[in-house]
């Protein structure tokens, strides 16, 4: 399944076989680099929140588990952001971070299992990620350091409620992507640090068919 240029798919993260977030994006280009995917500024999006409302992140694991969970409509409030999701189905994707200002800012390595592709005839389109949450920050000289590793902890502790299931692989992929980040090759060389999208790219929108069951 190849997406065409200036497509508009659903990126959505499943967790367990629920719907984690979905943020629709623009398919910059689709080929031997990979999948590139740009999320602009104010894209409507989904995020799962608890049973009453609240982010995962705005409470311990133990407690957001026995709350429930639902589904709430937002909107992406950061910069744009690139992602690209590497041929031979890695797992992780890399992101562009950039300011206020459109300048680029760092790299963000998100450990996360393979994208699986999908498309419903007529309706939507997207890519299945399952985010585990252990991610790396790579500033533009390259120096790099882990992120969310209390939390990747904290949830391996529940692993009755988790959707990481092989601690040991998520930092081997880690530490993998560390020598490519180290080496300065592709995609930490400079390649896309001045992207900008085309200025005929309308705001894309959540599309029929965006909550449709999980591939996982």
Request: net charge negative; charged share 30%.
């Amino acid at each position: 399944m190849v997406f065409t240029p200036g497509q508009v798919i659903m990126h959505r993260n499943v967790r367990r076989g629920r719907i984690g977030w979905v943020r629709p994006a623009r398919v910059v280009s689709d080929d031997e680099r990979g999948l590139l995917l740009w999320i602009a500024r104010h894209t409507p999006v989904v995020n799962e929140v608890s049973g009453d409302g609240y982010g995962m992140r705005t409470m311990p694991f133990a407690d957001y588990v026995t709350r429930g969970t639902s589904l709430k409509q937002g909107t992406w409030n950061g910069p744009g952001v690139l992602k690209l999701h590497r041929p031979g189905d890695p797992a992780h994707s890399v992101w562009w971070f950039r300011n206020d200002a459109d300048e680029f800012t760092g790299w963000y390595v998100n450990l996360e299992r393979p994208a699986i592709r999908w498309s419903d005839a007529g309706a939507a389109s997207g890519v299945d990620v399952t985010d585990e949450d252990l991610d790396i920050i790579v500033a533009p000289d390259r120096t790099w350091e882990w992120k969310d590793e209390e939390e990747f902890l904290e949830r391996l502790a529940l692993p009755e409620h988790y959707w990481v299931e092989d601690e040991a692989a998520v930092r081997e992929e880690g530490l993998r992507v560390v020598k490519e980040i180290e080496a300065g090759g592709f995609p930490f060389d400079g390649t896309w640090t001045d992207f900008m999208p085309p200025p005929e790219w309308e705001l894309p929108g959540l599309e029929a068919g965006w909550d449709r069951p999980p591939l996982r």
